[in-house]
């Protein structure tokens, strides 16, 4: 269990200190709160939507995580996942996208979070939600073309 939920907080955030602080936060409140967890079999995906919102709470905390698409740079060294597997690569991939577009990428294409709801949870707007995706999308389809995936 644990090892998944620092996956989901890796996928969100960069830092290894801010990752270890906030599983320690989702531990905690899974623990503390755990007695309103109404069904047993649920209990993964609640403990991984309590690490979600423990790193959009982070997030959160670090000011101007959404950028300007013009101003992004988005330099990468190239060859640094080229022996890893495909999912991994991706994965690494992530790291090279700016906060913003990162957390939004992940909410809405590997949690499956509607635009609305990722808007609500982040105080941006819908459209901002898009275009942060659509840039992800764009950078992460050069950064793979780049790595020859």
Avoid at 26 to 40: P, R
Avoid at 70 to 80: A, K, Q, R, V
């Amino acid at each position: 269990m644990a090892g998944r939920l620092y996956a989901v907080c890796r996928r969100y955030l960069k830092n290894d200190e801010d990752i270890e602080e906030v599983l320690a936060d989702t531990f905690y409140k899974i623990f503390t709160k755990i007695t309103q967890l109404q069904n047993a079999e649920t209990f993964e995906a609640w403990a991984r939507k309590i690490a979600v919102n423990e790193c959009l709470q982070k997030l959160r905390a670090h000011k101007g995580i959404f950028i300007s698409l013009e101003e992004s740079s988005m330099n990468h060294s190239e060859g640094t996942t080229e022996n890893l597997s495909l999912e991994k690569d991706i994965l690494s991939l992530l790291n090279f996208l700016p906060e913003g577009c990162r957390a939004i990428f992940n909410l809405f294409a590997i949690e499956g979070y509607p635009h609305k709801e990722i808007a609500a949870m982040l105080s941006i707007s819908e459209g901002t939600s898009k275009s942060q995706l659509n840039f992800a999308r764009k950078k992460l389809q050069e950064l793979l073309g780049n790595q020859n995936i």
